[in-house]
């Protein structure tokens, strides 16, 4: 008989389970809470349950860790775990520790079939959806593992404060995984995160977004990267789909159901691509026309982190900084991500794992790559425009 993995319960299932099992119901928030606040998978070391509830569980469940391949350190307290998920596939996870937070960066699947043309995922192409018990389980490793470091804090004795689905993968392609892994760190007896320290990060998936708002409105982050159809198409494939107004259209149906949110934009800064203070100005128009019917954002704009066989640069640091200041002169918040762990390749769309490409997109995306470059004007447009 194959065990169950507890890992991939949220509290309700588990609650389900147990009563397969013959046991009360509430049981399951005991155990809930030995698995996923204190990070024991061993059923014997849950001393406040029953010896026959112990039994009857190492009967027939268990907690499955992740294969660990290994653990880097970067110089700025970065981490990155590459974990083996099987058939030649690995993921990866980040932990980015800051002075007011630290950031928990997941994965949600094994590559990634999206294809953008600047995210090193997106080159390697798809191999499979993760499971819901692979989601949490990367959560459940970097918590047990930076507590061993000594790293916790507070009362709660917790290291990580912020989830973000933000690792390889495009998250709402694996929506029936997703969902009960948001629940389990949400939950007050799991890992207690509240909806606005879990971001769900989507190159805009507009069905699932749509879903997302009903089922789990945890904070939401657009992928952009552009401020018009033609240049998305180009950057983001998904667009061709589900073009910008309608994306536009479901962010605002989203911030509906969480009316004190905002969505977050991320912007990836490519030199010559989508960088120019035009580029500024419509992304203006796009979201901030008028103030009564400006969307809720945040922009956040990621210096591009190169890769081989991109074929891309990343924005000159000045011309990131113009931009930002065109967003924040219509009153727009803005922030520029600072680059973490780069010196670790843990950097936004640095990572890679290894995965087994069923889909044959590598190729397909570095043809894309080559087009994109050859747009490039041969003077960007921001000089151009500064002169
Ligand atoms: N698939 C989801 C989440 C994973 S990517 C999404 O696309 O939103 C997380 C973020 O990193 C996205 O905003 C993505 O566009 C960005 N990103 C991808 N490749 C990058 C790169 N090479 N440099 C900087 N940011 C990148
Ligand atoms: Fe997939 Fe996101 Fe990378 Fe696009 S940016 S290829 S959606 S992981």
């Not at 879990?198 to 879903?211: E, K, Q, Y």
Request: with cysteine.
């Amino acid at each position: 008989m194959t065990l169950v993995n507890l890992l991939d319960l949220d509290l309700e299932a588990l609650g389900a389970f147990c009563e397969r099992l013959g046991e009360k119901r509430f049981r399951a928030t005991q155990l809930f809470r030995w698995i996923h606040q204190r990070g024991v998978a061993d059923f014997d070391a849950m001393s406040d349950l029953a010896k026959s509830l112990r039994a009857k569980l190492a009967q027939a469940a268990e907690v499955r860790p992740l294969a660990v391949v290994s653990e880097q350190a970067s110089a700025d307290g970065t981490i990155k775990w590459l974990f083996d998920v099987g058939a030649g596939n690995a993921i990866e996870t980040v932990f980015i520790p800051e002075t007011d937070r630290a950031t928990l960066c997941i994965s949600s699947q094994a590559g990634c079939a999206m294809a953008c043309s600047f995210c090193a995922t997106g080159h390697q192409g798809f191999a499979r959806n993760l499971t819901t018990g692979e989601i949490v389980a990367q959560l459940w490793h970097a918590e047990r593992a930076l507590r061993a470091r000594g790293l916790a804090v507070g009362a709660a004795q917790r290291v990580i404060s912020n989830v973000v689905m933000m690792g390889m993968g495009e998250p709402l392609q694996n929506y029936a995984a997703l969902v009960p892994a948001l629940r389990v760190m949400l939950s007050d007896h799991g890992y207690g995160l509240s909806r606005r320290r879990v971001t769900v990060s989507t190159s805009g998936v507009v069905p699932m977004i749509d879903r997302l708002r009903v089922d789990c409105p945890v904070a939401l982050a657009v992928s952009l990267h552009a401020p018009n159809d033609a240049l998305r198409d180009e950057l983001v494939p998904l667009n061709r789909k589900y073009p910008i107004a309608e994306l536009i259209a479901a962010c605002r149906r989203y911030l509906e159901a969480a009316p004190r949110d905002f969505i977050t934009f991320e912007y990836c800064m490519l030199d010559g691509v989508n960088d120019s203070l035009a580029h500024a100005n419509e992304l203006v128009a796009l979201v901030a026309e008028r103030a009564d019917t400006r969307i809720a954002c945040k922009f956040n704009l990621i210096p591009f982190n190169p890769f081989p066989q991109s074929g891309l640069h990343c924005s000159p640091h000045e011309r990131v900084l113009a931009f930002a200041e065109v967003l924040r002169a219509a009153g727009i918040v803005t922030t520029v991500r600072r680059t973490r762990g780069d010196d670790i390749a843990a950097a936004c769309g640095q990572l890679a794992g290894e995965v087994q490409d069923r889909t044959h997109l590598r190729e397909r995306a570095a043809r894309r790559a080559i087009g994109i470059q050859l747009q490039r004007p041969a003077q960007p447009a921001h000089a151009k425009e500064s002169a």
